[in-house]
């Protein structure tokens, strides 16, 4: 069987023309054990529950599991994963941004044999010039920093075998940044391309504000360069000042003292107590998100499913 996995949130005039569109491309792949849409209600404020209702009577294939409350998009990813019943699963937004047709493609090559096969999209004309400047500069710079390179331009739309769920459903850590879990699992990996289109219904769930919590998630998470780099950068000013010490005395001793150096002393305090600050916000980005992991709280909270069995959490 294979799983479309649809994080929800207010989306109610999304969700009829999604069901149309996907189910007859679902329907053209002659899975053997057929296909599901797995509706994930990320805590939605409009019909976009009943909305889902009506397409399960319909259609028993179409089912949701509603969280209860608005969790974000990774977590309804994770709760989508815990849920679904596929051998192989593919996250796919509501709003047809992300052509279905791809869908092909990707069972296509799952069936050569790849267990994850992303999606890249080959433009991003439709996202607008700084969305696509700083999502260049966030992968070059995720890429850098951390081990688990995330293929540049993939977003979570993607296919996933059992075995990759599988993985991902494992890992116990709250922040789920799932391109980066995904990046980690492994396994045989290829891409497919595909132009973006603009969204159909609704608005963006996305603002800048979101975007860069997302990204702090993503490189804390993926790398502990950041917290590192202060001890080096610590060395190479020590080392400097030593030297620049030795000069002062040897100055002193030839020419004598002197008071002047005012401006000197205010800049190097003032870059430093900037250089400190910086080091300290940084070890509060790691440590607060320690803390949320300690807490051990579960990702999501499923309120109420349908057509689908809740399952027990195991992380
Ligand atoms: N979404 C969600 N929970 C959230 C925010 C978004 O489930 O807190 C869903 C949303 O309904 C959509 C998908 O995630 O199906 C992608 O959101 P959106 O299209 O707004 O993001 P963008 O494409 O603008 O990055
Ligand atoms: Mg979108």
């Not at 996907?22 to 054990?33: G, Q």
């Not at 409009?46 to 319909?58: G, I, M, N, P, S």
Request: hydrophobic residues 45%; aromatic residues 10%; glycine residues 8%.
């Amino acid at each position: 069987m294979i799983t479309i996995l649809v994080p929800v949130k207010d989306e109610e005039e999304g969700i009829a023309p999604f069901v149309s569109r996907v189910s007859v491309i679902l329907d053209a792949l002659n899975e053997p054990e057929g296909w599901e849409i797995l509706f994930v209600d990320d805590g939605s404020r409009d019909r976009t529950l009943a909305e889902v209702a009506v397409q399960h009577a319909r259609d028993p294939r179409v089912r949701c599991i509603s969280l209860s409350r608005n969790f974000g998009k990774e977590a309804a990813l994770s709760a989508g994963l815990d849920h679904a019943a596929g051998r192989a699963v593919i996250p796919l937004d509501v709003d047809l941004q992300d052509p279905p047709e791809v869908i092909a493609d990707m069972v296509r090559s799952w069936r050569e044999g790849f267990d994850v096969v992303y999606g890249v999209r080959r433009n991003r004309e439709s996202d607008s010039l700084p969305k696509r400047l700083t999502a260049d500069l966030y992968y070059r710079a995720h890429n850098y920093l951390s081990a688990d390179k995330i293929p540049e331009h993939a977003g979570d739309f993607r296919l996933l075998d059992r075995k990759v769920v599988d993985v991902i459903r494992m890992m116990p850590e709250r922040n789920r940044f799932m391109k980066g879990l995904f990046a980690w699992a492994g396994f045989h990996q290829t891409a497919v391309y595909y132009d973006r289109a603009e969204r159909e219904v609704g608005t963006t769930k996305f603002n800048y504000w979101k975007l860069w919590t997302l990204a702090l998630d993503g490189i804390t998470s993926g790398s502990t360069l950041p917290l590192r780099v202060w001890s080096y950068l610590g060395g190479i000013v020590a080392i400097g000042t030593l030297f620049y010490a030795l000069y002062l005395v040897l100055r002193t001793i030839v020419h004598g003292g002197d008071v002047p150096g005012y401006p000197s002393l205010m800049v190097a305090i003032l870059f430093f107590g900037g250089v400190q600050l910086i080091s300290l916000g940084v070890l509060g980005e790691y440590v607060g998100r320690i803390l949320v992991e300690t807490k051990h709280r579960p990702i999501y909270v499923v309120r109420e499913t349908i057509g689908v069995p809740i399952q027990p959490v195991t992380r």
